[in-house]
């Protein structure tokens, strides 16, 4: 058969099920969009591509599976690499495919042209440029395959526009349920399971004070559900990053909350005093461990992690193992109830561990508040209350709260949510980790809302957020998709209005800002309905009306002085925390 480039990557896309994609179209890439629009793939134009790269993020944390997203040359793939950071920061696998000028044109500073494969080498987990369209039938499988395996993350595929015109002739379409790549040579082998979860399920028999770290690599229904029987058979408090926010429900007894910078004392307690720690799915990255040496001094460590290099890279260990989570607690679970059983439920550790588990969880009741960082006698709402209340409105208003996603922007308002916001399931709270990506939150809401159709999204942002990706209310507006966006608003950059208030004296270098938008009628303007929640209290009605399936607006005011508490100050250990 004989098949343009552009006509290999749209079919081999369609063949991978990828039934939406999104994008801006430009001159190096309109072959492709020539054939895009005449496939089952829905487009979704956008209004900038950083969007684009975040709509695929947000289908992608949301389902587990690759999403695709488009730009053009120079430009328009300049703008898509801030999103492409952030995927790899987060291990999210999404394939970005940019067009290219002409390639007798590369290496002429033709119009539009800029480097794009060497700009992006740092930032994905791979990046290819193709010279010919016979190369598309290897590259975009082996784009796919790696994207999804081992520790996920994002591959950019650049194809010059001359490749995507030409023809080639071969004679089938590349079997792409078996793609072949290089296997991880960092793999602990199978032959060495035994030893290791022997020396696992013995330390966890000796310990008295266990922890479970969960991270972004335990963010998954399967990995959730293996935990949970893990749980089910040894009893410890349950501690997560924040990617790994609904690996288990926050609603379990055991769940104590999240660590670090802004996680709750009870859980910077558990892992300071514990004697234990299983590390699973997490890296020990510095916004949760703090000062490393104080983080947990006195534990040993087992690491459960995909990634070889995240072994040992931070904090030394004990027992490791370079494995999916979700492949190794099955393990655990049935030799830790062998050997339960063999030492009995009366013995000293067992009566010890759950001593440990009660006083945690004491500690938790005691400490965790909807009042922390609270201003007094302020007229302002609570945005912690009216966060943790989402899911009770919602159920109000019609709306199941097991069929709602959140997603955020970066600030206050995100860690108000992650510490308040009550997750229940994983891939249900998506937000920028590592990367701190203001602009995250919008676009990642439609992109959840276009793989979830039949949910609710809910996309917390500030006001200063909010603006980073504004204009992509005129796409929801266009989708007319079933998302709430709620946005607080205080004038200021919150997150940094608060740490020059800790930190620098109160100098408030531009995090104040001279002009406060409406934000009311920007949203109205783009056809958005728009609440003001601070003068209507039956907001929620229009806001989660399951009839509606439409998009929201909501606006609520927030005093500039409410701080994000606990908050560990730089230089001080998690358990130094700020709380009050």
Not at 60 to 75: D, N
Not at 401 to 415: A, L, N, R, S, Y
Request: glycine fraction near 8%.
């Amino acid at each position: 058969m004989k098949k343009t480039g552009a006509e290999i990557i749209v079919k081999l896309l369609e063949m991978y099920g990828i039934k939406t994609v999104a994008g801006i179209p430009g001159g190096s890439i309109l072959p492709l969009y020539d054939e895009l629009n005449k496939s089952s793939i829905r487009h979704i134009l956008v209004r900038h591509e950083q969007a684009a790269g975040f709509i695929a993020q947000g289908m992608a944390r949301s389902s587990g599976k690759p999403a695709v997203c488009l730009a053009t040359s120079g430009p328009g793939a300049m703008n898509l690499l801030t999103a492409i950071a952030d995927a790899r920061s987060d291990s999210i696998p999404i394939i970005a495919i940019t067009g290219q000028v002409n390639t007798t044109l590369i290496g002429t500073d033709a119009f539009q042209e800029a480097d794009t494969f060497g700009l992006s080498f740092p930032i994905t987990k791979h990046s290819m440029m193709v010279k010919s369209p016979e190369e598309l039938l290897t590259a975009i499988p082996y784009a796919f395959k790696v994207a999804l395996s081992d520790r996920p993350g994002p591959v950019l595929i650049d194809v010059p526009r001359d490749v995507q015109l030409k023809t080639c002739e071969f004679d089938q379409w590349p079997d792409i349920e078996n793609v072949e790549i290089q296997e991880s040579r960092f793999h602990t082998p199978i032959n060495e399971y035994s030893e290791k979860m022997d020396k696992i399920t013995d330390l966890l028999e000796k310990s008295t004070k266990p922890v479970l770290f969960c991270g972004g690599g335990c963010n998954s229904p399967v990995a959730s559900t293996e935990i949970q029987k893990f749980l089910d058979n040894y009893k410890l408090p349950v501690v997560t990053s924040l990617m790994g926010l609904g690996a288990i429900p926050k609603q379990s007894e055991m769940f104590i909350g999240m660590v670090g910078m802004h996680g709750s004392y009870a859980a910077n307690v558990a892992m300071h005093d514990s004697d234990l720690v299983i590390a699973a799915g997490v890296r020990f990255d510095d916004r949760a461990t703090g000062i490393v040496n104080k983080f947990c001094p006195n534990a040993k460590i087992i690491h459960i992690d995909i990634d070889a290099a995240e072994i040992d890279k931070i904090l030394d260990s004990a027992v490791s193992v370079v494995a999916d989570v979700e492949s190794i607690f099955p393990i655990m679970v049935e030799l830790s109830a062998e050997k339960q059983k063999k030492s009995g439920l009366k013995s000293s550790e067992h009566e010890s561990r759950l001593k440990w588990l009660k006083q945690i969880q004491e500690l938790k009741a005691k400490n965790d508040s909807l009042e922390c960082g609270r201003v007094k006698n302020t007229e302002f709402i609570n945005p912690r209350e009216f966060i943790n209340s989402i899911p009770e409105l919602a159920q109000k208003a019609g709306t199941n709260p097991d069929d709602i996603i959140v997603t955020t922007d970066v600030g206050q308002h995100q860690m108000w949510a992650a510490q308040y916001y009550p997750v229940k399931n994983p891939r249900s709270f998506l937000t920028s980790g590592s990367l701190g990506t203001m602009g995250f939150g919008l676009p990642a809401a439609i992109g959840a809302s276009l793989q979830n159709p039949e949910k609710r999204v809910v996309c917390f942002s500030g006001d200063g957020s909010i603006m980073m990706n504004v204009q992509e209310m005129a796409t929801l507006a266009e989708l007319n998709l079933p998302v709430t966006i709620i946005v607080f608003q205080n004038g200021t950059l919150g997150m940094v209005y608060q740490q020059q208030k800790y930190l620098f004296n109160k100098n408030y270098s531009a995090s104040i800002f001279g002009k406060v938008p409406d934000l009311l009628n920007i949203a109205t303007g783009f056809g958005i309905e728009a609440i003001d929640a601070d003068k209507d209290k039956d907001w929620y009605k229009k806001a989660f009306d399951s009839k509606r399936n439409t998009p929201c607006f909501v606006k609520v005011n927030v005093c500039n002085e409410e701080d994000v508490l606990p908050f560990v100050p730089g230089g001080k250990a998690n358990i130094d925390s700020i709380r009050d």
